[in-house]
C-alpha cells in the first residue's frame, strides 16, 4: 500500500515519454542476408531523465572534459536489458540514450543510467 503510495507520487513526475528499440537479426527478403536491425519493443513510456554535472573531469585525447551522469526513473515493470536504445523526449526536446548501468530497481520504480547517443539512425 505504502510503495503505491509512493510509486504514485514518482509517476507524476514523469515529464518525458520514450520508446525503446533491441537489436534483432532478421533476413532481409531480398538479399536473405541476415542484418542486425533495431525494433521498436515498447512505445509512448513514461519516464523522467534527471541530468547531474559531476565535479570532477575526465581526461579524453589529451582535452579535459566535465562529467554528466545521466539518470533514467521508469516504471518497475518496464525490461530495459542490454543494449537497448532509448529515444526520449522531456521538455520538447528528443535525445537518444543507450543503456550504461545495471538497474537499481525498487518496489515504485528504477533508476537507469544512461550515456548519450551522438549518431544513431
Given amino acids: 500500500m ?3 503510495m509512493v510509486r504514485a507520487a514518482i509517476e507524476k513526475t514523469y515529464t518525458g515519454r520514450m520508446t525503446l528499440y533491441e537489436s534483432v ?3 532481409n527478403e531480398d538479399t536473405k542476408i541476415t542484418e542486425q536491425i533495431k525494433e521498436i519493443v515498447a512505445e509512448d513510456v513514461p519516464c523522467r531523465v534527471s541530468y547531474k554535472n559531476i ?3 575526465s581526461e579524453q585525447d589529451g ?3 566535465a562529467v554528466q551522469e545521466i539518470k533514467l526513473f521508469c516504471s518497475p ?3 530495459v536489458t542490454e543494449g537497448t536504445t532509448l529515444v526520449i523526449t522531456q521538455n520538447g526536446a ?3 540514450y543507450e543503456k550504461s548501468g545495471k538497474p537499481a530497481v525498487y518496489g515504485s520504480h528504477q533508476e537507469i543510467i544512461l550515456s548519450l547517443v551522438e549518431d544513431w539512425i
Fill in 63 to 65: 582535452a579535459y572534459k
Fill in 25 to 27: 537479426n532478421k533476413q
Fill in 55 to 57: 565535479s570532477t573531469v
Fill in 94 to 96: 528528443t535525445n537518444t
Fill in 2 to 4: 505504502v510503495t503505491d
Fill in 77 to 79: 515493470d518496464i525490461n
